[in-house]
């Protein structure tokens, strides 16, 4: 398990590459943003959605060489899909759709420990999670029907924007 106590310095490195143009945005995604609405899920990585310098090649290839030189000139190193930042696995994620893209353009900022941050809201994770469908997602999406007071009607516009009708039907159905 990582150190939480590093967070505040990953964080730091974080907005650090944005400031020196090496992503164009950021927010925090997945389980970690999730504590800045409920209570924790398990984690053993920090999401950061990012948006990177440039469009997409052609080929769809994202490439990430300037983002891993830059963090391994800090001395910070690769482990699988990971980066280690301050002993914890960071995934950084491309902006992978238009919806994701969105998300990361209308984060919420907060402040971690004196740190500025973006995190996605709670209405943009949950149609991210119902989009991605994975189990661990719909357990996800669940336990914030239950918990969480979010924007509905935006909620809902957002579902039909990206035709997640049919995905979400599933749960609401459940509710």
């Not at 490439?63 to 960071?90: C, T, W």
């Not at 971690?112 to 357990?139: F, S």
Request: net charge negative.
């Amino acid at each position: 398990m990582w150190e939480i106590n590093n967070m505040k310095k990953t964080l730091e490195v974080i907005n650090k590459l944005e400031k020196d143009g090496i992503i164009e945005g950021y927010a925090v995604g997945g389980a970690t943003a999730l504590l800045f609405y409920t209570e924790p899920a398990l984690t053993f990585d920090l999401d950061i959605f990012i948006c990177l310098p440039g469009k997409l090649q052609s080929t769809g290839i994202i490439d990430f060489s300037s983002l891993y030189r830059n963090l391994e000139a800090q001395g910070y190193k690769a482990d699988k899909e990971h980066i280690m930042i301050e002993g914890i696995p960071v995934q950084f994620i491309p902006v992978y759709n238009s919806l994701v893209e969105e998300a990361v353009k209308n984060s919420k900022p907060y402040e971690y420990e004196g740190v500025p941050i973006k995190v996605l809201t709670i209405e943009y994770l949950l149609v991210i999670m119902i989009d991605t469908n994975r189990p661990k997602d719909r357990e996800r999406v669940r336990k914030i029907l239950e918990e969480v007071t979010f924007d509905r009607h935006f909620f809902e516009s957002l579902v039909k924007k990206y035709s997640l009708d049919k995905k979400w039907e599933k749960y609401s159905k459940n509710e």
